[in-house]
């Protein structure tokens, strides 16, 4: 017996030297002096990285204009480790909690999946060691893990003939980091945000709490998380509503002059499936979305659009725009789906639903496309500018939500004032409509308060390449698309246009709470209740 237990006792001390000496060489720099020291001597330290290029990883986003260095990054490879993680921090609370921010692509654009001084969760590191995506199509879901990609996602379920039915345009962004936004694009109004099609989640709350929750269960925290901007748990699994997958699509694009007639027919477009109409047209359209077409914005020059439109398309916009009448153009985007049943109907079915729009006369231009690469579209795009060096550079986005009642005088103030004769447009602009009654109000995304409202997404990029924050600051085509956005804001506010920012950024208190209006005392409520040390999604500095 004694000896028995003396010969486990130099296992364990033997087993911790192991783990000491695998961390050592791990870590290029001392244990980081904001941490516990008790953290160093869990499981879970094993999983820490300190070197040079986890850090510079972990400090910088897609926006590339923030910079917050974390003290480490965790690679977890389940969900245990984040587990440990968190309660590591909570239980420090008598010293002082270290913050913590999931980061999945880390495709935030102002630092809202960093940690300054504290540890940056790779959610990443969780896809490599398991393919956690299952798909169960007889019941219509998908589990799939917070870390996995939405492209993941799609191929997985493809497989079994259905797929998720709300999207977000990229796919290269994750489960965790759109849920935590809302993830919309122009099915949107049709099946509401991604948040909208979520049955259950499995969160790891900012007290190192695991919870199921849905609408029925825990269902306080399910609203908090969805829209919740990272503030009240990290999402480790999602389960996600799927349908019966199409196989193609016929993708349309229109172009207006007229900016109210270019409105007036998406919001019909999108009517058509919430008020039926007649038997042909019930189904209505899967998808609508639309964009703004400068000269400066010329289709061929937009990575929204440029594979899009044949040459001679793109010679064809561009003498309309050369004409000083039309310097300005919008195009309005509409697909339907279809697959092997309703292969000799669509057409039909398309024209009836096309019939009557007012657009330009002959500026109507079809695609017929696959499902995948009608989802997968933006993905051309991104490797055609990653091959030219124009991926990697500073997003200045600025994406509003705006009530309908006032998208005419947006336009009038910002497409035709601000941005019209600005020549340091690069990137896309997109305009399209989406109902209000398709989300839900219990969760934490914030939305206009009337049925009908626009999102607009400024995605402008600065053509420069910047290696370092200092570079960026100085770079005067970032400066001056900042410049048009605080202008944009500035003149919604005068002009007293009651916007919501989508991928909201804000320095203070009282923005935040302007921002989240009569939801703000229940997202505080929340936030006390599951996260009550602040530990969580520091970056997006609301709390911290
Ligand atoms: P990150 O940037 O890594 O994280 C975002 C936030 O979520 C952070 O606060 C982070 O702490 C938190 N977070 C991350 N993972 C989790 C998790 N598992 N649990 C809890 N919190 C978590 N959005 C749309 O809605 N529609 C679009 O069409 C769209 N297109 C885009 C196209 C491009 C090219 C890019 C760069 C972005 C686009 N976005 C779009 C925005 C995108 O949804 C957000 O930037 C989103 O945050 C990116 O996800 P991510 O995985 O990179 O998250």
Same mark, same amino acid.
């Given at each position: 017996?004694?000896? /028995?237990?003396?010969?486990?006792?130099?296992?364990?001390?033997?087993?911790?030297?192991?783990?000491?000496?695998?961390?050592?060489?791990?870590?290029?720099?001392?244990?980081?002096?904001?941490?516990?020291?008790?953290?160093?001597?869990?499981?879970?330290?094993?999983?820490?990285?300190?070197?040079?290029?986890?850090?510079?990883?972990?400090?910088?986003?897609?926006?590339?204009?923030?910079?917050?260095?974390?003290?480490?990054?965790?690679?977890?490879?389940?969900?245990?480790?984040?587990?440990?993680?968190?309660?590591?921090?909570?239980?420090?609370?008598?010293?002082?909690?270290?913050?913590?921010?999931?980061?999945?692509?880390?495709?935030?654009?102002?630092?809202?999946?960093?940690?300054?001084?504290?540890? @940056?969760?790779?959610?990443?590191?969780?896809?490599?060691?398991?393919?956690?995506?299952?798909?169960?199509?007889?019941?219509?879901?998908?589990? @799939?893990?917070?870390?996995?990609?939405?492209?993941? #996602?799609?191929?997985?379920?493809?497989?079994?003939? #259905?797929?998720?039915?709300?999207?977000?345009?990229?796919?290269? =962004?994750?489960?965790?980091?759109?849920?935590? /936004?809302?993830?919309?694009?122009?099915?949107?109004?049709?099946?509401?945000?991604?948040?909208?099609?979520?049955?259950?989640?499995?969160?790891?709350?900012?007290?190192?709490?695991?919870?199921?929750?849905?609408?029925?269960?825990?269902?306080?925290?399910?609203?908090?998380?969805?829209?919740?901007?990272?503030?009240?748990?990290?999402?480790?699994?999602?389960?996600?509503? #799927?349908?019966?997958?199409?196989?193609?699509?016929?993708?349309?694009?229109? =172009?207006?002059?007229?900016?109210?007639?270019?409105?007036?027919?998406?919001?019909?477009?999108?009517?058509?499936?919430?008020? +039926?109409?007649?038997? +042909?047209? !019930?189904?209505? =359209? *899967?998808?609508?979305?639309?964009?703004?077409?400068?000269?400066?914005?010329?289709?061929?020059?937009?990575?929204?659009?440029?594979?899009?439109?044949?040459?001679?398309?793109?010679? &064809?916009?561009?003498?309309?725009?050369?004409?000083?009448?039309?310097?300005?153009?919008?195009?309005?985007?509409?697909?339907?789906?279809?697959?092997?049943?309703?292969?000799?109907?669509?057409?039909?079915?398309?024209?009836?639903?096309?019939?009557?729009?007012?657009?330009?006369?002959?500026?109507?231009?079809?695609?017929? @496309?696959?499902?995948?690469?009608?989802?997968?579209?933006?993905?051309?795009?991104?490797?055609?500018?990653?091959?030219?060096?124009?991926?990697?550079?500073?997003?200045?986005?600025?994406?509003?939500?705006?009530?309908?009642?006032?998208?005419?005088?947006?336009?009038?103030?910002?497409?035709?004032?601000?941005?019209?004769?600005?020549?340091?447009?690069? +990137?896309?602009?997109?305009?399209?409509?989406?109902?209000?009654? &398709?989300?839900?109000?219990?969760?934490?995304?914030?939305?206009?308060?009337?049925?009908?409202?626009?999102?607009? +997404?400024?995605?402008?990029?600065?053509?420069?390449?910047?290696?370092?924050? *200092?570079?960026?600051?100085?770079?005067?085509?970032?400066?001056?698309?900042?410049?048009?956005?605080?202008?944009?804001?500035?003149?919604?506010?005068?002009?007293?246009?009651?916007? !919501?920012?989508?991928?909201?950024?804000?320095?203070?208190?009282?923005?935040?709470?302007?921002?989240?209006?009569?939801?703000?005392?229940?997202?505080?409520?929340?936030?006390? !209740?599951?996260?009550?040390?602040?530990?969580?999604?520091?970056?997006?500095?609301?709390?911290?």
């Amino acid at each position: 017996m004694g000896k /028995n237990k003396s010969i486990s006792c130099c296992f364990t001390v033997i087993a911790f030297v192991k783990r000491l000496v695998s961390r050592i060489g791990k870590q290029s720099r001392p244990w980081p002096p904001s941490l516990p020291r008790e953290l160093q001597f869990l499981d879970v330290a094993a999983r820490l990285r300190v070197d040079f290029d986890a850090i510079t990883m972990a400090s910088t986003d897609f926006g590339k204009f923030s910079r917050e260095i974390p003290a480490a990054v965790i690679c977890p490879s389940s969900e245990d480790d984040i587990v440990a993680l968190v309660r590591s921090s909570y239980a420090s609370a008598s010293s002082s909690p270290f913050s913590i921010a999931a980061r999945g692509q880390g495709h935030s654009l102002r630092g809202q999946a960093m940690a300054s001084g504290g540890v @940056v969760v790779d959610m990443r590191a969780m896809a490599i060691n398991s393919g956690r995506i299952s798909v169960c199509g007889s019941a219509l879901y998908a589990d @799939v893990g917070g870390e996995q990609l939405w492209i993941d #996602v799609l191929n997985a379920t493809l497989w079994h003939g #259905v797929a998720p039915s709300s999207w977000t345009d990229y796919l290269y =962004l994750t489960v965790g980091g759109t849920l935590s /936004n809302a993830g919309i694009s122009g099915q949107s109004f049709r099946h509401g945000p991604q948040i909208s099609n979520v049955k259950e989640l499995d969160v790891v709350t900012g007290r190192g709490e695991v919870v199921t929750c849905s609408r029925d269960m825990n269902s306080e925290l399910f609203c908090a998380v969805l829209g919740g901007l990272g503030q009240f748990g990290i999402i480790t699994r999602a389960r996600i509503a #799927v349908e019966q997958a199409p196989s193609r699509v016929k993708w349309v694009r229109m =172009l207006y002059h007229d900016f109210s007639a270019f409105t007036r027919d998406q919001e019909y477009l999108i009517s058509i499936h919430v008020n +039926g109409g007649d038997e +042909g047209m !019930k189904q209505g =359209l *899967d998808y609508v979305e639309g964009s703004v077409v400068t000269s400066q914005l010329s289709p061929a020059s937009n990575w929204r659009s440029s594979s899009f439109f044949s040459q001679t398309d793109h010679s &064809k916009i561009s003498s309309i725009l050369a004409n000083q009448q039309h310097d300005i153009l919008y195009y309005l985007e509409v697909a339907k789906y279809y697959d092997h049943l309703t292969v000799d109907t669509v057409d039909g079915e398309l024209e009836v639903l096309l019939s009557g729009l007012s657009f330009i006369p002959g500026l109507i231009f079809t695609k017929d @496309v696959s499902y995948v690469d009608f989802l997968n579209r933006v993905r051309s795009e991104e490797l055609k500018l990653r091959s030219k060096g124009q991926w990697d550079v500073p997003h200045p986005w600025l994406n509003l939500f705006v009530p309908k009642s006032r998208i005419l005088d947006f336009d009038v103030g910002v497409f035709k004032g601000i941005l019209r004769h600005s020549s340091n447009l690069v +990137g896309p602009i997109l305009v399209y409509p989406m109902l209000r009654s &398709k989300w839900d109000d219990r969760m934490s995304a914030v939305i206009p308060g009337e049925e009908i409202f626009y999102c607009v +997404g400024l995605l402008h990029s600065s053509p420069n390449v910047t290696t370092t924050l *200092d570079e960026c600051k100085e770079d005067h085509q970032y400066l001056v698309l900042e410049e048009h956005n605080k202008k944009i804001l500035e003149f919604c506010e005068e002009a007293s246009i009651e916007v !919501k920012q989508y991928l909201p950024n804000y320095r203070s208190r009282a923005e935040w709470m302007n921002h989240f209006g009569p939801k703000w005392e229940v997202f505080k409520e929340r936030k006390n !209740k599951f996260d009550p040390l602040a530990i969580l999604s520091p970056g997006q500095r609301i709390f911290n």
